[in-house]
């Protein structure tokens, strides 16, 4: 599904994935937006039981994208 990573020495494991995920409190949603347009907004964020939580308010560019494809970067 995703390409194989070029630079493998630098891999985390996903342990240090989860260890700088509990350790962290913002980073980027990167979502298709309007008209198939690149749209990325900075969150706050809580990792809790292997899942990402957010805030966000129950309309906007934000929710009308993340309805519109399930397929984003963080």
Do not use: W
Not at 62 to 67: P, Q, V
């Amino acid at each position: 599904m995703f390409r194989e990573m070029r630079r493998k020495k630098q891999i985390l494991s996903e342990k240090e994935c989860v260890e700088i995920l509990e350790k962290g409190t913002a980073g980027v949603l990167a979502l298709l937006g309007d008209n198939d347009y690149p749209y990325a907004v900075p969150i706050s964020y809580v990792y809790y039981n292997s899942k990402l939580f957010f805030h966000g308010a129950k309309s906007g560019h934000k929710i009308d994208a993340i309805k519109k494809c399930s397929k984003a970067s963080f």
